[in-house]
């Protein structure tokens, strides 16, 4: 149920929508207020916009006689919910409310009825470490705060909070919560005043056997849980060097890098990669793969992703990035003239290999530039003008580039590809700077400034984290500085208020 502990608007602009629920064993009923019903689920269901999903993923209607039955895709038993008072006539309405005020590029619950997209597929694999038993325990408590004049709910890693104004007392509430017979078992909850009303902050104690299942664990599970990757994937990318994020061949060291100083060049801040404009990927739901000699990337928009990297001139796109094949209408094979290094896009879980010598798949390539193109002049000359980088600062700003997805399965942190945070701690600091980022140096001296998200704590956890963070990586931090020394190499960086 995560599209209903969300946070919407101002305190001002709350309005009523559930009004009942009944919890069964195997579902759960809603009364929804019906100025509500229409927006309800026009948040509720599934659809793409620009490659990227809104809705909750998976989730499919049934119209019954007197109720609507919501439910999830591939779940075993049936993870539903009826809503109540809603027949044929009124989810008729809904529908054309829907067709009049969304227009989306995929209606998944319309388009997909009886198959998950896999759109669908990889924002279900991110989203399962929320904290679902407990968001699903405190909604079948949800008559705790009827009297309340709003009511919502924001989750932060493995916490829930709970916010409201008027209505009952965040004492009384915590007690019924904690009650033996009628609470959230093994639950903490901590009563807190706000200036807007009151909040109950929801947790469950550290529990000793995560930490003795994590040494239990396949070195590709572990790594998966981190990247977001199937656990297939992970595996192809290990090496005898731990779980393989940083262990690479030169060419691809030298690509990674040279993706690096794109990505991390935005806006007014930005050094002269800035003007190639491909920071705008990390604005697209991205998982990384890196592995020896490959970096693979899997993106739910993996057309949008190819066309941003390569380019149909040598003014655009990566310099001196082209496309080799496109064996499959989803899957795009790269490689960079200059290094030779390898890169593939991906919607699906894992690209299948391409043996054709010609590499003609009779996929249209849209104009990109191909391997058959030689480097241009403006390409030429924009690399010429790169400052040199030593092995190790090249190495460096690979580790930070392939792991722009990655966050804490215990959800400590999350890098959220420098856009958003996953975890929806601090909204205001996605906004606070955001689209400013500047990486510059020469040699073994670099600076890397940025406004918005990750946090400067979150990326230097993603950096150190004793299970996928980079090897023999030291950290320094001072009150606006934090410096990240990897052998001789310095990379100064610096969190923008």
């Given at each position: 149920m995560d599209w209903v502990h969300q946070q919407r608007g101002s305190t001002a602009d709350r309005v009523q929508v559930v009004t009942?629920?009944?919890?069964?064993?195997?579902l759960i009923g809603l009364s929804i207020a019906d100025e509500s019903l229409n927006a309800f689920l026009a948040e509720a269901l599934p659809r793409q916009y620009d490659g990227e999903l809104y809705g909750g993923a998976g989730v499919r209607v049934r119209v019954e006689r007197d109720h609507l039955v919501l439910q999830v895709l591939g779940t075993n038993p049936p993870a539903q919910a009826r809503v109540y008072g809603v027949g044929a006539?009124?989810?008729?309405?809904?529908?054309?409310f829907m067709s009049d005020h969304q227009h989306p590029e995929v209606n998944f619950w319309k388009d997909h009825r009886r198959e998950i997209h896999p759109v669908e597929e990889t924002a279900l694999r991110r989203r399962s470490l929320r904290p679902h038993d407990l968001m699903s325990a405190v909604l079948r408590r949800?008559?705790?705060?009827?009297?309340?004049?709003?009511?919502?709910?924001t989750v932060t890693g493995e916490d829930l909070h709970v916010r409201w104004s008027k209505g009952p007392d965040r004492f009384e509430t915590a007690s019924v919560l904690t009650h033996p017979a009628c609470g959230i078992p093994g639950v903490k909850v901590i009563p807190e005043e706000l200036s807007i009303g009151q909040q109950l902050h929801l947790t469950y104690p550290p529990r000793p056997e995560r930490a003795a299942r994590r040494q239990r664990e396949a070195p590709e599970d572990v790594r998966a849980s981190f990247t977001g990757e199937t656990v297939r994937s992970a595996a192809l990318?290990?090496?005898?060097?731990?779980?393989?994020?940083?262990?690479?061949?030169?060419?691809?060291?030298?690509?990674?890098?040279?993706?690096?100083?794109?990505?991390?060049?935005?806006?007014?801040?930005?050094?002269?990669?800035a003007r190639r404009c491909l920071d705008a990927l990390?604005?697209?739901?991205?998982?990384?793969?890196?592995?020896?000699?490959?970096?693979?990337i899997f993106a739910t928009a993996p057309d949008n992703v190819a066309g941003r990297l390569v380019g149909s001139s040598p003014s655009s796109g990566l310099p001196g990035l082209r496309i080799e094949c496109r064996p499959a209408g989803d899957i795009f094979r790269l490689v960079h003239l200059p290094t030779g290094a390898r890169l593939t896009i991906s919607r699906r879980d894992e690209p299948p290999s391409c043996d054709a010598a010609?590499?003609?798949?009779?996929?249209?390539?849209?104009?990109?530039?191909?391997?058959?193109?030689?480097?241009g002049q403006q390409e030429i000359t924009d690399l010429a003008a790169l400052p040199p980088r030593s092995p190790e600062m090249a190495e460096l700003l690979g580790a930070i580039l392939v792991r722009v997805a990655t966050r804490d399965p215990a959800q400590r942190w999350a890098i959220g590809t420098w856009f958003h945070d996953p975890l929806g701690r601090d909204r205001e600091q996605e906004r606070s700077g955001s689209g400013l980022r500047r990486l510059w140096g020469a040699n073994d001296h670099w600076e890397l400034e940025w406004g918005g998200y990750p946090s400067a704590d979150d990326l230097v956890l993603s950096l150190t984290d004793p299970e996928i963070g980079l090897r023999?990586?030291?950290?320094?931090?001072?009150d606006r500085h934090t410096e990240l020394r990897f052998h001789r190499a310095v990379l100064r960086t610096t969190h923008l208020p």
């Amino acid at each position: 149920m995560d599209w209903v502990h969300q946070q919407r608007g101002s305190t001002a602009d709350r309005v009523q929508v559930v009004t009942t629920v009944r919890p069964y064993p195997h579902l759960i009923g809603l009364s929804i207020a019906d100025e509500s019903l229409n927006a309800f689920l026009a948040e509720a269901l599934p659809r793409q916009y620009d490659g990227e999903l809104y809705g909750g993923a998976g989730v499919r209607v049934r119209v019954e006689r007197d109720h609507l039955v919501l439910q999830v895709l591939g779940t075993n038993p049936p993870a539903q919910a009826r809503v109540y008072g809603v027949g044929a006539r009124r989810w008729g309405e809904a529908v054309e409310f829907m067709s009049d005020h969304q227009h989306p590029e995929v209606n998944f619950w319309k388009d997909h009825r009886r198959e998950i997209h896999p759109v669908e597929e990889t924002a279900l694999r991110r989203r399962s470490l929320r904290p679902h038993d407990l968001m699903s325990a405190v909604l079948r408590r949800y008559a705790l705060w009827q009297g309340a004049n709003w009511c919502d709910s924001t989750v932060t890693g493995e916490d829930l909070h709970v916010r409201w104004s008027k209505g009952p007392d965040r004492f009384e509430t915590a007690s019924v919560l904690t009650h033996p017979a009628c609470g959230i078992p093994g639950v903490k909850v901590i009563p807190e005043e706000l200036s807007i009303g009151q909040q109950l902050h929801l947790t469950y104690p550290p529990r000793p056997e995560r930490a003795a299942r994590r040494q239990r664990e396949a070195p590709e599970d572990v790594r998966a849980s981190f990247t977001g990757e199937t656990v297939r994937s992970a595996a192809l990318g290990l090496s005898g060097f731990g779980l393989g994020l940083d262990s690479c061949s030169a060419s691809q060291r030298e690509l990674r890098a040279l993706l690096a100083l794109h990505v991390f060049n935005a806006g007014t801040l930005g050094a002269p990669p800035a003007r190639r404009c491909l920071d705008a990927l990390t604005c697209y739901d991205l998982i990384m793969s890196p592995r020896h000699d490959e970096l693979v990337i899997f993106a739910t928009a993996p057309d949008n992703v190819a066309g941003r990297l390569v380019g149909s001139s040598p003014s655009s796109g990566l310099p001196g990035l082209r496309i080799e094949c496109r064996p499959a209408g989803d899957i795009f094979r790269l490689v960079h003239l200059p290094t030779g290094a390898r890169l593939t896009i991906s919607r699906r879980d894992e690209p299948p290999s391409c043996d054709a010598a010609e590499h003609e798949h009779g996929w249209d390539t849209r104009g990109w530039l191909t391997v058959k193109d030689p480097l241009g002049q403006q390409e030429i000359t924009d690399l010429a003008a790169l400052p040199p980088r030593s092995p190790e600062m090249a190495e460096l700003l690979g580790a930070i580039l392939v792991r722009v997805a990655t966050r804490d399965p215990a959800q400590r942190w999350a890098i959220g590809t420098w856009f958003h945070d996953p975890l929806g701690r601090d909204r205001e600091q996605e906004r606070s700077g955001s689209g400013l980022r500047r990486l510059w140096g020469a040699n073994d001296h670099w600076e890397l400034e940025w406004g918005g998200y990750p946090s400067a704590d979150d990326l230097v956890l993603s950096l150190t984290d004793p299970e996928i963070g980079l090897r023999k990586l030291h950290v320094a931090a001072d009150d606006r500085h934090t410096e990240l020394r990897f052998h001789r190499a310095v990379l100064r960086t610096t969190h923008l208020p």
